[in-house]
């Protein structure tokens, strides 16, 4: 590989890190970590393919108080750069290795979420002494810690041989690449059931059957389908606020049943 490539998968890598904890452009999911994988190897259908296989099984996957989930970013930049880098691993033997890179991943969290609680007691000692931009360091610093327990996995990846890997990989028992294979498919019905579990409410449940009756369509394809789904969330969107509206302008608001729901759903959470 070039220099160029292997800084362009180090940045992404790091990106996906950070990505983990702020959450704002969404580099730590599968679906974009693995697509930006492949561009900078020159893969991009495979990147793609891989991508979309892991987002069904991290679909589930989020941090609820001190409960750390799978680690799907470190997962997703391991698996994609073995799938679209020079050891052309199998889209499955990629999924299959993206399961237990992911609990890994999980490990290093915790030892990086650690080390910030003493840049945390740092911090409150410089908010004492009124240094503020110390406290901006160690702000900075906290995210850079998030981005190198990626990027440093990563990199030690591409340290070994691609003969050593593709060796190693093929040392391993049929029946555990099968069972982690398997169980890639079980964490994907988990993975849906949560979500489900979430939008479990009077007023989403007619979308859900619509979907199951739209995919009956042979002529649909998967963009078609998305299509339709983002119409519908918009038009529901607009209904709801012109509703709102009509409410305000002197008429009464009938209270909405989603807002009930994730009312709900906001004291479950705090009570956990």
Known sequence: MSTLVV???????????????????????????????????????????????????????????????????????????????????????GIAIAVPVAVCGQAFTRIVRILVVRLVHIADHQ????????????????LVLQGLR??????????????????????????????????????????????????????LWPFFFLGFALAAVKSLNMVALGLIGVCLALIYIQLTTQHHDSGHDGGTTAPDPLDDELDDLDQELEDL
């Open 150 to 203: 990626v990027a440093v996995p990563i990199g030690v990846v591409m340290l070994i041989p691609t003969h050593l890997i593709q060796a190693g990989l093929t040392a391993i028992p049929k029946v555990i690449t099968n069972g982690l294979t398997v169980a890639a498919g079980f964490i994907v019905v988990v993975g849906y059931a949560m979500l489900i579990n979430m939008m479990a409410s009077k007023a």
């Open 7 to 93: 800084i362009s998968l180090l940045v992404i890598s790091f990106l996906a890190g950070v990505e983990g904890i702020l959450d704002e452009w969404g580099f730590h999911q599968p679906l974009v970590a693995c697509t930006l994988i492949g561009i900078a190897t020159g893969h991009i259908a495979a990147g793609v393919l891989l991508g979309g296989s892991l987002q069904l099984i991290a679909l589930g996957w989020m941090n609820i108080g001190a409960a750390v989930s799978p680690d799907a970013a470190l997962a997703s930049v391991v698996s994609a750069f073995l799938v679209c880098g020079p050891a052309h691993v199998s889209n499955a033997m």
């Open 127 to 142: 908010v004492a002494r009124g240094n503020i931009a110390s406290v901006s360091w160690l702000h900075l610093t906290s």
